[in-house]
């Protein structure tokens, strides 16, 4: 198996706030490797955010190791590593108009990360095209953001965040003003780019379409993982009218399950769970 994109190693983080200090993390081991789609779910405070912002490099832990792609962060910053994030990791923002450039058209935007690295014109403008394509703005191609509608411009700024084919996407409620399809069309783009292009996505949110969509799906409770679950199964199953669902012959093979299941409901969606009395 190849180097992980991710490994992070008893990280810990303390928040200073006067004389209190505030354990957001507390000792935090991960790892994701290339093409792996990671949803990380919790509540408010669980240390969500503090994660996600150390990865990304806009924070350090007060203590362990974090390396994102080969790159140790733990490291003093210097030039080397801030141009190690812009070639190597995106960052889709909850606000996602912190993105966003406000009078520039929309393949501007997009465009902009690849000129600022020093990417020629003619292959700007062809992968910027291709990301307006595959996020269903190619008819917005030169509108300014500010005609944009609240779903496109979080299009928009996933274009913006995947402009310079970054090997890990970071995502903070990525899809937090889109509608149903529209979601849908981002997770599964997202999906395809992590199957056929590699691309690692960690994404934080409490939507349960995009958690049933991941590959993991990590529970953060109160700054530390309290579960890891990997997904080895997932299809699309019908609900009856009456609220009834057939799971399918090697689904039940698969997880083990016998004639009763505990049913749990999750921060995901529902969690059902082998019944002890039926071992």
Same mark, same amino acid.
């Given at each position: 198996?190849?180097?992980?994109?991710?490994?992070? %190693?008893?990280?810990?983080?303390?928040?200073?706030?006067? $004389?209190?200090?505030? =354990? $957001?993390?507390?000792?935090?081991?991960? %790892?994701? &490797?290339?093409?792996?789609?990671?949803?990380? =779910?919790?509540? *408010?405070?669980?240390?969500?955010? *503090?994660?996600? &912002?150390?990865?990304?490099?806009?924070?350090? +832990?007060? $203590?362990?190791?974090? %390396?994102?792609?080969?790159?140790?962060?733990?490291?003093?910053?210097?030039?080397?590593?801030?141009?190690?994030?812009?070639?190597?990791?995106?960052?889709?923002?909850?606000?996602?108009?912190?993105?966003?450039?406000?009078?520039?058209?929309?393949?501007?935007? =997009?465009?902009?990360?690849?000129?600022?690295?020093?990417?020629?014109?003619?292959?700007?403008?062809?992968?910027?095209?291709?990301?307006?394509?595959?996020?269903?703005?190619?008819? @917005?191609?030169?509108?300014? !953001?500010?005609?944009?509608?609240?779903?496109?411009?979080?299009?928009?700024?996933?274009?913006?965040?995947? *402009? #310079?084919?970054?090997?890990?996407?970071?995502? /903070?409620?990525?899809?937090?003003?889109?509608?149903?399809? @529209?979601?849908? &069309?981002?997770? /599964?783009?997202?999906?395809?780019?992590?199957?056929?292009?590699?691309?690692?996505?960690?994404?934080?949110?409490?939507?349960?379409?995009?958690?049933?969509?991941?590959? @993991?799906?990590?529970?953060? &409770?109160?700054? !530390?993982?309290?579960?890891?679950? @990997?997904?080895?199964?997932?299809?699309?199953?019908?609900?009856?009218? /009456?609220? *009834?669902?057939? #799971? +399918? +012959?090697?689904?039940?093979?698969? $997880?083990?399950?016998?004639?009763?299941?505990?049913?749990?409901? !999750?921060? %995901?969606?529902?969690?059902?769970?082998?019944?002890?009395? /039926?071992?």
């Amino acid at each position: 198996m190849s180097e992980p994109v991710i490994r992070c %190693e008893n990280v810990i983080k303390i928040h200073k706030q006067g $004389a209190l200090e505030v =354990v $957001a993390l507390q000792g935090v081991d991960f %790892e994701a &490797q290339e093409g792996e789609f990671v949803v990380i =779910v919790g509540r *408010s405070g669980s240390g969500k955010s *503090s994660m996600l &912002q150390i990865m990304g490099g806009m924070d350090q +832990p007060s $203590a362990g190791k974090v %390396e994102i792609a080969g790159m140790d962060l733990t490291s003093p910053f210097g030039a080397d590593i801030l141009t190690h994030f812009r070639r190597n990791v995106g960052f889709l923002w909850q606000d996602y108009t912190r993105n966003l450039v406000p009078y520039l058209k929309a393949i501007q935007n =997009v465009e902009l990360p690849m000129l600022l690295a020093g990417v020629g014109g003619a292959r700007r403008r062809k992968r910027a095209k291709a990301l307006l394509e595959v996020t269903d703005l190619r008819n @917005r191609t030169f509108a300014k !953001v500010n005609v944009l509608s609240g779903g496109e411009q979080q299009r928009l700024a996933l274009c913006v965040a995947l *402009s #310079l084919g970054p090997r890990l996407l970071l995502a /903070d409620e990525p899809t937090g003003e889109l509608d149903t399809e @529209r979601s849908l &069309q981002v997770y /599964d783009l997202l999906r395809r780019l992590c199957n056929e292009g590699g691309l690692t996505v960690v994404a934080v949110t409490h939507d349960v379409a995009l958690a049933s969509r991941a590959d @993991r799906v990590l529970h953060l &409770q109160d700054g !530390v993982f309290r579960l890891d679950r @990997r997904a080895r199964f997932r299809r699309p199953l019908d609900v009856g009218r /009456d609220g *009834s669902i057939t #799971l +399918p +012959p090697e689904l039940i093979g698969e $997880a083990m399950l016998g004639d009763h299941v505990i049913a749990e409901v !999750v921060d %995901e969606g529902i969690l059902l769970n082998r019944d002890a009395g /039926d071992a």
